[in-house]
């Protein structure tokens, strides 16, 4: 695998390759510097990284890191073998989010068609808003946009790639607003009456970031009640609708999740479409997690009601592995609103008598103008492995969880918080010391350092990584996440073995 990336450097040691401050230094050198950086980097990144025998993670502290960094800036370029320990150096004590033992996010391992894509994609340099700078691009985003939105359940609609889940969340926003109060791009707030935005209290972050952002304001998010599984309530929903509206505000949006980011959980959307479409209100669903269970027979009925919404949110980043960074904001719209709300014609960029047809130049669909080709690593990976390959990783994740699940409970000091609904295992490990004393006055301050313990252990050993949190009126838990096609059964059972092995004597 070292040779993957060979440029002809002909064996030459990394220290006689020219000197790269040389500015008159040719392509052709350049590109021997290149050779000698990609296979640090798939030795240390593709091989060690994915290696069960090596270490998620070098840890070092802060101070220690950037003396190892050498993180100065200076005047003077730096030689070639310096720069090459640099980028062995960034790799070595980066986090290895591909490796097996990973679990610590809703990101993880790795897709070699998809990495092709994002190699491909960064060699290529090319901004994704002209047909003129970006043919292949814009008509590979257009595919794949009609693709995800067939799974959806849409036969038309809109959409676009987008830098994160988040700004999705914040363009559906602004869209709903645009909608109904078209002047307010022009005019901005003053045109604008008070907007209320409707979400579950264990939605993402990012709903009341974007309210923020887009001037809404933080205190205008109505957050509504979730069942004893995380799952937002309709009923809630509908009750706080009528409550604002007797107040004097316009009910803007329902944010709904799909796979909420701690629990796993997923939105009702039949039943809370039912209230949107009652009292005319723009349905969002916020699938940045869940979305990818749209590819599988099984399991896609978790996202039942989905074609009833206005837009969705998607991360094929997360369970799909395609790579950060990969989301895409789909809408059911058809009148061209994407546009119409974002757009600002500049004339430089967005000439209407060009030869070919001005419909493909997609880039004043979004806030941005600079924008990366993220759909190509998304089409590179499905047009490899299929929508039925893709089906059988999202299987596969959740066979694991099943299998985790059941070896958890045969162990003790394992206490499981909520029957997974999807890929999330939340769960606090108990020590020997503790069980049995629930009733102690103590405990809950205990437990909530349980985690944190067994945390920085796993992290200063490098064995692996998982996440904790509190929720409520839950102290400190371990948040499992698995979606890794390197994942087996047998890193299932280490993880549970160092749970115990890290943990046992607290």
Known sequence: MANMFSLSSDGQDPAELPDLNDPLMDHSEGQLFLNEAFKIIIEEVLCKGTDV??????????????????????????????LLQRVQDVAKYSIKTSHPRFFNQLFAGVDYHALAGRFLSEALNTNLYTYEVAPVFVLIETEVLRSLRQLVGWTEGDGIF?????????????????RLFPEVKSQGLWAVPRLTIFTSAESHYSVKKGAAYLGIGTDNIVVVKVDEGGRLIPEDLEEKIELTKAQGAVPLLVSCTSGTTVRGAFDPLDRIADVCEKHTVWMHVDAAWGGSVLFSQQHRHLMKGVARANSVAWNPHK??????????LLLQDTTNLLKKCHSANATYLFQQDKFYDVNLDVGDKTVQCGRKDDCLKLWLMWKAVGSIGLAERVDKAFNLVRYLVEQMRKREGFHLLWEPEFLNVCFWFIPPSMRGKEGNADYQDRLANVAPVIKERMIKQGTMMVGYQPLGDKVNFFRMIVLSTLVSKEDMDFFLDEIERLGNDL
């Open 53 to 82: 025998k090596q270490k998620v993670c070098e840890w070092k502290e802060p101070e220690h890191l950037a003396l190892l960094l050498d993180l100065e800036l200076r005047a003077a370029g730096e030689p070639q073998q310096r």
């Open 319 to 328: 369970l799909l592995m395609a790579g950060l960074q990969c989301s895409a």
């Open 162 to 178: 987008c830098p994160g889940g988040s700004t999705c969340n914040m363009f559906a926003m602004n869209l709903a607003r645009y």
